[in-house]
């Protein structure tokens, strides 16, 4: 089950300037993970169908589900070089003129993680070892007043069930960290003839080096619970490109 509303706003300005601006805001609910090895479930499709004979004790939020997601995209054709009023001739044409200054700004919520029990607790004949159906039981508030990378969550607020029991806990209750990037962009061309340039290319990938944390360790029981040691956005990244166009 899917709800969303989606929003676009697009204006073109003067002195070539655009801007488009996209945002959902979403709900997917399902009863239980779908495709081979959680490859189509996101963080949160390691949750398995945990009592056959009620689905409906398995529902809750998509692994994929992302809340809210806005993206802002702009670019600008900087007024200047060949077919502008300024820096159109001579040398001042080929250093300042025909730039191009881009960006896009991506900020989302997080996903959701569900939290796994290990073995063959509720004794239903599980033999495979990498398999986990299993979630814990609440037994207290998992939120931290200041969640870090080393403590996103509250451990000790989770419990494996008695053998031979179902835990309560619901599907993706914890969440992972909002994400934010920034990504940057400017290009140059030089013109070789109608309808021929050459462009440079300098682009800048999480511009600001944000650290957007991945998901915690959702095993009840790891000393690493609630542990977190990977981000979903690399580091700074910048790259140079070259391209003809004829």
Not at 232 to 244: D, S
């Amino acid at each position: 089950s899917y709800h969303g509303l989606e929003l676009k706003v697009e204006r073109r300005f003067a002195e070539g300037l655009s801007f488009l601006a996209s945002y959902t805001w979403s709900r997917a609910i399902d009863n239980g993970a779908s495709g081979f090895f959680t490859a189509e479930n996101g963080p949160g499709g390691e949750s398995y169908v945990q009592d056959f004979y009620n689905l409906e004790n398995n529902k809750g939020v998509s692994g994929y589900n992302i809340p809210h997601m806005l993206s802002v995209a702009t670019v600008w054709e900087i007024p200047a070089g060949k077919g502008y009023p300024v820096f159109n001739k001579g040398p001042a044409r080929w250093i300042l003129g025909n730039w191009s200054l881009n960006s896009l700004v991506q900020l989302r919520s997080g996903q959701p993680t569900n939290l796994v029990v290990g073995g063959d607790v509720a004794n239903i004949g599980n033999g495979v070892g990498w398999w986990s159906y299993m979630r814990p039981n609440v037994v207290g508030n998992p939120k931290v007043d200041n969640r870090t990378s080393g403590r996103w969550f509250d451990p000790s607020a989770f419990a494996i069930p008695q053998f031979g029991s179902y835990g309560n806990a619901g599907r993706g209750i914890v969440y992972s960290e909002n994400v934010t990037v920034v990504d940057l962009s400017l290009f140059k061309r030089f013109g070789w003839g109608e309808g021929r340039w050459v462009e440079l290319r300098a682009e800048l990938f999480n511009f600001f080096n944000l650290a957007n944390y991945g998901t915690p360790d959702p095993y009840v029981g790891s000393p690493s619970m609630g542990m977190i040691f990977s981000t979903v956005v690399p580091m700074r990244q910048a790259q140079l490109g070259f391209k003809i166009v004829f």
